[in-house]
């Protein structure tokens, strides 16, 4: 019987076109992380504490990254449409040139949603063990991680604004990428 369940569960996520499942694997339990201090725009202090109360989705990046360049409309697109008081596109990047250098990119790539934060390379990486860039954290109202996506995605697929919208409705459906 549950061999027949976990195939029909199987061959409905296969059978889902790629865009409407989520990019992103949950856990089974939220997991606790390290918040790595960074700045805003405007030089201002802050941390993941700062977003408590919000779902965020935390996104590692560089300039100098294809992958991170490439998806970053994405997350510009998603922070329009689901950003607000219950949820936050964090794209926090670790570029060695600064706030010039990624108010240049943002400014190129024409970038209008996502708010501008830098932090230290090597600090953010360690803080949330992310071992390669883009890494992507699924974070809860709590500050505790959902999930983790390590390299591109397409974030503002129908499948990804679902799962995002289920969170923010408090829904705790876990979708997981095959």
């Given at each position: 019987?549950?061999?027949?369940?976990?195939?029909?569960?199987?061959?409905?996520?296969?059978?889902?076109?790629?865009?409407?499942?989520?990019?992103?694997?949950?856990?089974?339990?939220?997991?606790?992380?390290l918040s790595p201090s960074f700045v805003d725009a405007a030089?201002?202090?802050?941390?993941?504490?700062?977003?408590?109360?919000?779902?965020?989705?935390?996104?590692?990046?560089?300039?100098?990254?294809?992958?991170?360049?490439?998806?970053?409309?994405?997350?510009?697109?998603?922070?329009?449409?689901?950003?607000?008081?219950?949820?936050?596109?964090?794209?926090?990047?670790?570029?060695?040139?600064g706030l010039p250098a990624v108010r240049q990119f943002y400014?190129?790539?024409?970038?209008?949603?996502?708010?501008?934060?830098?932090?230290?390379?090597?600090?953010?990486?360690?803080?949330?063990?992310?071992?390669?860039?883009?890494?992507?954290?699924?974070?809860?109202?709590?500050?505790?991680?959902?999930?983790?996506?390590?390299?591109?995605?397409?974030?503002?697929?129908?499948?990804?604004?679902?799962?995002?919208?289920?969170?923010?409705?408090?829904?705790?459906?876990?979708?997981?990428?095959t």
């Amino acid at each position: 019987m549950k061999r027949r369940q976990f195939m029909t569960g199987a061959l409905a996520l296969v059978a889902t076109p790629a865009m409407a499942r989520p990019s992103i694997t949950l856990y089974a339990t939220p997991r606790e992380i390290l918040s790595p201090s960074f700045v805003d725009a405007a030089g201002r202090a802050l941390t993941l504490g700062d977003f408590r109360g919000r779902i965020v989705l935390l996104n590692i990046w560089a300039t100098w990254c294809p992958p991170c360049r490439e998806e970053m409309p994405t997350l510009d697109r998603l922070q329009a449409r689901l950003g607000g008081e219950d949820f936050a596109v964090v794209a926090l990047s670790v570029d060695a040139g600064g706030l010039p250098a990624v108010r240049q990119f943002y400014q190129q790539a024409g970038l209008r949603n996502l708010a501008l934060y830098l932090g230290d390379q090597t600090r953010t990486t360690l803080a949330v063990g992310a071992y390669g860039i883009p890494t992507t954290l699924l974070i809860d109202r709590q500050g505790r991680e959902l999930g983790r996506k390590v390299g591109p995605a397409q974030w503002d697929s129908a499948g990804n604004v679902a799962l995002v919208e289920d969170l923010i409705a408090g829904g705790n459906r876990v979708l997981q990428e095959t």
